[in-house]
């Protein structure tokens, strides 16, 4: 029997079929191979994956999830070339706030992180480490504002301190504490807000003497802090005087004493204290206007110890960036939010309602910064020279 050959247009049409099916699988093959940045606890690598979801990125880097730990985005969101993966792993971090060790369940990475997630309970405290410090190397001692009453020589002041101990007050007020004289509480007690501290003088009686000359504390109305929020602007710290009394006894012992003569060697510095006025709803619930949001930011810089200085930078920047609003998206890029974070789901790190919170956004963009560039004047200086930051 005699077979006819296939014609051309048949060769041609089943070499067709088979070009295409190896175009397809490259096509695929290419889609599911992917670089992304992955970042675990703080610490950054560059990963290539073979897959399609953030559950394929953790399974090829061998990152288990166990209870508690939080990842960004959800395991099941699909992942592109040049995304970042956020795993925080819930572990137990030991801290002494005011001198009392506690032990707290967090997925934070930094110290930053763990005063963002104290809230204003550590707003103006002293830390005994950095905040771009990574946690988990020794106790972090957080010691938190507190006001304290001093009496002193037939004097009360009261002031605003984050202090830790009674000595650390009284060297930072300035008193100077001559042979004889008693503290009560000890100097290394620790400070608790409501605490009275009182210091005696000897009971030698001289004509003359030097004596603590007390400042005032001057509060300050701010409506740019939110309401109930108290920054201390300048420190109080006592004055020193010299005086010569003229003494009236009576059976030996002092009666009466009149002052004759005094000079003041050391003037009184004033406390001043700004106290919030900004009565702002729920951040969580609604979306702020650019000058709540700017309050809420100002607040944040003060608390991380920035001055004045470094809000200018801060509000430079953001107003260039997003002019200060919360849902501030540009499409091309991706870029969401008050800080423009490029994707905005990297702020889920912070909260999940990242798209609407004008404070989660505020907090991711801070620590960005300080993380970064450590201050928003550098990343000010940055976004001059380059256009981004």
């Excluded at 940045?37 to 073979?50: A, H, K, M, N």
């Excluded at 979801?53 to 288990?64: H, I, M, N, R």
């Excluded at 000595?167 to 300035?174: A, H, N, S, V």
């Excluded at 042979?179 to 620790?190: A, I, K, M, Q």
Aim: glycine letters at 8%.
């Amino acid at each position: 029997m005699a077979f006819s050959r296939p014609s051309i247009a048949a060769k041609w049409t089943a070499r067709g079929v088979v070009l295409a099916c190896i175009a397809g699988a490259s096509f695929s093959y290419v889609n599911l191979d992917k670089t992304l940045t992955l970042d675990v606890d703080g610490q950054q690598s560059t990963v290539s994956v073979f897959g399609r979801t953030v559950k394929d990125v953790l399974g090829s880097s061998q990152v288990k999830l166990a209870k508690g730990d939080q990842v960004f985005p959800a395991v099941g969101a699909r992942v592109d070339n040049g995304d970042t993966v956020v795993v925080r792993t819930a572990k137990q971090i030991e801290v002494e706030i005011d001198g009392k060790r506690e032990v707290l369940t967090s997925t934070a990475a930094t110290v930053g992180e763990i005063l963002d997630e104290l809230g204003t309970r550590a707003t103006g405290a002293e830390v005994s480490a950095s905040r771009s410090d990574f946690v988990g190397r020794s106790v972090l001692r957080i010691s938190t504002q507190k006001e304290v009453t001093v009496s002193i020589d037939g004097q009360t002041m009261t002031t605003v301190t984050a202090f830790e101990t009674v000595r650390d007050l009284l060297l930072d007020m300035g008193v100077v504490l001559e042979e004889g004289d008693t503290v009560s509480p000890s100097l290394d007690t620790v400070l608790e807000d409501g605490m009275d501290v009182t210091v005696s003088r000897s009971g030698a009686a001289a004509e003359t003497v030097t004596e603590t000359l007390k400042f005032k504390t001057i509060e300050r109305k701010d409506p740019t802090l939110l309401k109930g929020e108290k920054v201390v602007v300048q420190a109080g710290r006592v004055g020193k005087a010299v005086t010569t009394y003229d003494l009236s006894t009576l059976d030996g012992k002092e009666s009466d004493r009149v002052v004759i003569a005094r000079s003041i060697v050391v003037k009184p510095q004033d406390e001043i204290i700004s106290i919030g006025t900004l009565d702002v709803a729920n951040p969580a619930t609604k979306v702020l206007s650019a000058s709540e949001s700017k309050a809420i930011a100002k607040a944040m810089v003060a608390s991380r110890g920035w001055d004045d200085s470094q809000f200018t930078c801060l509000d430079k920047l953001w107003t260039r960036e997003s002019n200060w609003r919360v849902t501030a998206n540009n499409a091309s890029s991706g870029a969401y939010g008050i800080a423009q974070a490029m994707p905005g789901s990297k702020m889920a790190s912070v909260g999940a309602d990242w798209r609407t919170n004008a404070k989660t956004q505020i907090t991711w963009g801070l620590g960005y910064i300080s993380g970064r560039y450590g201050t928003p004047c550098n990343a000010w200086a940055h976004s001059q020279a380059r256009g981004w930051y």
